[in-house]
């Protein structure tokens, strides 16, 4: 089955530490995006890439950092310059192609507690 | 900027009742609009979606038409089920400042509970 597979599901963080959450995709999606979710809010963009080896920030990427090295992996770093990390993190992947909709489609997420 | 304004929760229907979650929104340009819906503890699954003015999305008996002269997508269910009770966000794309990813910019989410 095509998807999006996020690990774990749940971490727990001391403060200090760096974390990475994983993202892979099998759906040959181009772009790919990691969102932070805080109770009753929605959405919002940490980092996007378009392409292998090329990442952009999104809106709220202070604290966190991304790599691209394969097409189907976008992992995530919660560094311990991130202030409140506390929060349930998605990835989410769309095509680019000219043709396509722009639809993205999220993974099951990872809860994040910082003890 | 890009803003969803979403109708606040939570919404409590009884089993068979009609639902209409508000969502109205502010874009530059003209964005695709979408429903996504969200299990406890789940990531969220789109539910449906309109590309341009006038479209009707629709899936598993949900409706929700987009509508430019008042910005609105509102969603709309005629006969809920115990099994609809979920988080529904409202959502538009926009193309992010350079290529042509495009950001999701979402509502805040209402909770939805039906009781048999």
């Known amino acids: 089955d095509g998807g999006i597979t996020q690990s774990p599901k749940y971490l727990f963080r001391k403060e200090g530490q760096n974390v990475t959450l994983s993202c892979e995709q099998n759906?040959?999606?181009?772009?790919m995006y990691w969102y932070r979710q805080d109770p009753g809010q929605g959405l919002r963009l940490i980092y996007y890439s378009q392409i292998v080896n090329d990442f952009q920030k999104g809106d709220i990427a202070e604290g966190y950092s991304v790599s691209r090295e394969k097409k189907e992996s976008f992992p995530l770093t919660v560094t311990s310059a991130q202030k409140n990390p506390t929060a349930f993190y998605l990835c989410?992947?769309?095509?680019?192609?000219?043709?396509?909709?722009?639809?993205?489609?999220f993974g099951p997420g990872t809860r994040l507690t910082v003890l | 900027g890009d803003s969803v304004t979403q109708m606040e929760g939570p919404v409590t229907l009884s089993e068979e009742a009609f639902l209409t979650i508000n969502c109205t929104y502010t874009?530059?340009?003209?964005?695709?609009l979408f429903w996504y819906v969200q299990y406890p503890g789940e990531g969220l699954q789109l539910l449906l979606k309109?590309?341009?003015?006038?479209d009707k999305g629709s899936n598993k008996g949900f409706e929700a038409t987009y509508r430019k002269e008042t910005t609105s997508f509102h969603l709309e269910k005629g006969s809920v089920q115990v099994s609809d009770s979920a988080v529904y966000f409202c959502a538009l794309s926009g193309l992010i400042s350079s290529g042509s990813a495009r950001q999701l910019t979402f509502g805040s989410g209402t909770q939805l509970t039906v009781l048999p």
């Open positions: 989410a992947s769309s095509p680019l192609s000219p043709s396509s909709t722009d639809t993205q489609y």
């Open positions: 309109a590309t341009k003015a006038d």
């Open positions: 874009a530059t340009g003209y964005p695709s």
């Open positions: 759906l040959n999606h181009d772009a």
